[in-house]
């Protein structure tokens, strides 16, 4: 997918790599390379959950890459920014490793990731006002979702810095670990993920997206509009009777996802 995006396969997970030494800043590019990636993440059966992380240890991403901003090259590839930001129909998890600064367009693409997990170094703001932009419209339901209120609108007026520790203790973040530990942690956290049934992952994943924000009765009327499409695909699986099957007989359940 170009040197810019590297991946590496263990197993079922994918870990995507941004490789833009020295800010690991992000042009229209990469920002298709990573689409593309994620687009053959999402088709390949095989893969149950990916990782995105920066390279080095100080820069998760800086963002947008201000040196292009003249280019006039705005395609951004399949999903929007990055391949994730207007990804509505991704069912596979994504975990951000955040291995130091998250800033701008970079915390845009860590905000629409499923999981958070910085290493205790990094620090996330949104920078944009500062420099006469604004976030995509999709950041401030995200980030509004994750932090209080107040919170997020001083990081967007005025790119407020959170530290990691802040970052925690808001939510915005799952886990703040020393950056020795972040790889092995996300991984952990993955593995976690793979060994549950890939089409329940997958339903809830929908369900989140589409009754997250709502309420009960929202959710319901979303359900009786045949819009779960993912649960009724998880009820009606062999897993769904294999797992049962497994805890009664005290083993390992076998996924098949079908």
């Known amino acids: 997918m170009g040197d810019a995006v590297r991946t590496q396969r263990n197993g079922a997970v994918l870990e995507i790599t ?3 030494p020295k800010a690991n800043a992000i042009d229209a590019a990469t ?6 990636t994620i687009t053959a993440f999402q088709n390949d059966d095989s893969l149950r959950v990916a990782i995105l992380t920066g390279s080095g240890e100080r820069i998760f991403s800086a963002g947008w890459d201000l040196s ?3 280019d006039g090259d705005s395609d951004w590839g399949e999903g929007g920014w990055c391949g994730l930001c ?7 998890p994504v975990i951000a490793a955040v291995n130091g600064a998250c800033v701008a367009g970079g915390l845009e693409l860590a905000l629409a990731c499923d999981f958070m997990i910085a290493a205790d170094h990094a620090q996330f703001f949104l920078s944009e006002a500062t420099l006469g932009l604004t976030v995509d419209i999709g950041t401030i339901p995200r980030l509004m979702a ?3 209120q107040q919170v997020a609108l001083e990081m967007l007026y005025t790119g407020r810095r959170l530290d990691a520790a802040q970052a925690l203790a808001m939510g915005l973040v799952l886990r703040s670990v020393p950056a020795a530990d972040l790889m092995a942690s996300a991984r952990e956290l993955a593995d976690r993920i793979v060994a549950s049934a890939p089409l329940s992952v997958a339903a809830l994943k929908q369900m989140a997206q589409i009754a997250g924000s709502v309420s009960p009765e929202m ?4 359900r009786d509009a045949g819009r ?16 049962p099957r ?3 007989e005290k083993r390992a359940p076998v996924w098949k996802g079908s």
Do not use: N
């Not at 207007?86 to 596979?92: G, S, T």
């Not at 649960?231 to 797992?243: I, N």
């Open 18 to 20: 941004i490789d833009r």
């Open 31 to 36: 920002s298709r390379a990573l689409a593309a």
């Open 68 to 70: 292009s901003a003249g």
């Open 86 to 92: 207007e990804r509505h129909d991704l069912d596979k």
């Open 146 to 148: 994750r932090v209080p």
């Open 219 to 222: 959710a319901y009327a979303a």
């Open 228 to 243: 779960l499409t993912g649960q009724a695909r998880a009820r009606d699986s062999e897993d769904a009777a294999e797992g």
């Open 246 to 248: 497994a805890y009664m």
